[in-house]
């Protein structure tokens, strides 16, 4: 897994997993699907931005413009 801060090994879509923290926070399946690209930083909770863990999910969605 990869932590919030730590930089994308790979352009995808991740899935975050977990708070680091003990929280209420429950973000829908929908809201744990972040695209992420290769050098940029994870992000925090996608609803409460505290820190926390992702997991590669799986390609980025190709765009169809
Ligand atoms: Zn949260």
């Known amino acids: ?7 994308a ?3 995808g879509i991740y899935l975050f ?3 680091q923290y003990e929280t ?5 399946q929908e809201e744990k699907e972040v695209p992420v690209d ?3 930083k994870f ?3 996608p609803v409460c931005e505290e820190d926390g863990f992702w997991r ?3 390609a980025k969605d190709k765009k169809t413009d």
């Open 17 to 19: 997993v977990r708070h």
């Open 43 to 45: 992000p925090g909770c």
């Open 1 to 7: 897994m990869y932590e919030t801060g730590e930089t």
């Open 56 to 58: 590669y999910l799986r």
């Open 24 to 28: 209420r926070c429950q973000p829908e």
């Open 9 to 11: 090994p790979h352009t």
């Open 38 to 40: 290769e050098g940029d």
